[in-house]
């Protein structure tokens, strides 16, 4: 009896249960599913760095803008200098704004109540198609983490159930209960379990992290354009 013992024992320890090992050992389903929660975690590192390098970008963007804008210049000098910067979403807002002022200004001078709220208007919806489309690139390949963060349990889920369905068919074909039969298929479903809640875990997290960030700095830009339209045609009307 301890003969037999000895020599399960020494076959259990004789399977190699490092994670390329129980990837090669997989059969194609498993392998599958592991390739692609491989392939979803690198991408979703991909976009969460990349997300995050951007917002720090666009903090200190907004830092440098609100320096510039609250410095007293005239609304003509910050425009020549916004201008330039193509990069920063509050710049775009604004330069958006003024050449709409620009393009009414020409030919005739506004001072009737009405093409005040006209220009107003056209004004008010230039910096909101500019916001918009700002918006839409800021938050690009954003869904994708919120994707990975709600299926990629589920694609391991599959992959666990699949190798215990293997590890089960390896009881029946030996029919044996030995550890050394059971243990690669149990370890090839952890595995893949282990990975979808590594590609779900990271990307719940940072998809609640750049959202909320996200959200502030919209609010941000929403608040500018308001104040902004109230202080340049508080100016206007007063000249």
Not at 18 to 42: E, M, N, Q, T, Y
Not at 115 to 141: A, C, G, P, Q, Y
Request: glycine share 4%.
């Amino acid at each position: 009896m301890e003969t037999v013992v000895t020599s399960e024992a020494i076959s259990s320890a004789a399977i190699d249960f490092s994670l390329l090992s129980l990837f090669l050992r997989a059969d194609l389903v498993v392998k599958s599913v592991i390739i692609i929660l491989a392939l979803a975690s690198i991408y979703s590192w991909t976009i969460i760095i990349a997300k995050l390098i951007k917002m720090k970008k666009l903090r200190q963007l907004e830092n440098e803008f609100d320096e510039i804008f609250w410095s007293g210049n005239s609304f003509e000098d910050l425009y020549e200098t916004f201008n330039y910067n193509q990069e920063d979403p509050k710049s775009k807002i604004y330069c958006a704004a003024m050449n709409e002022w620009k393009k009414s200004k020409q030919g005739k001078a506004i001072s009737k109540s009405h093409d005040l709220n006209s220009l107003k208007e056209r004004m008010h919806r230039s910096m909101l198609v500019t916001f918009n489309k700002e918006s839409e690139l800021i938050e690009k390949n954003l869904t994708f983490l919120a994707t990975s963060g709600s299926t990629a349990p589920f694609i391991g889920l599959f992959g666990t159930v699949w190798g215990i369905m293997n590890s089960f068919q390896s009881i029946a074909i030996a029919q044996n209960t030995n550890l050394a039969v059971v243990a690669p298929g149990i370890a090839e479903a952890l595995f893949a379990t282990a990975l979808g809640l590594f590609v779900a875990i990271p990307a719940v997290v940072a998809y609640n992290k750049l959202t909320s960030d996200l959200s502030k700095y919209f609010m941000s830009l929403e608040s500018f354009i308001d104040e902004f339209t109230t202080i340049f045609f508080r100016q206007l009307e007063n000249k």
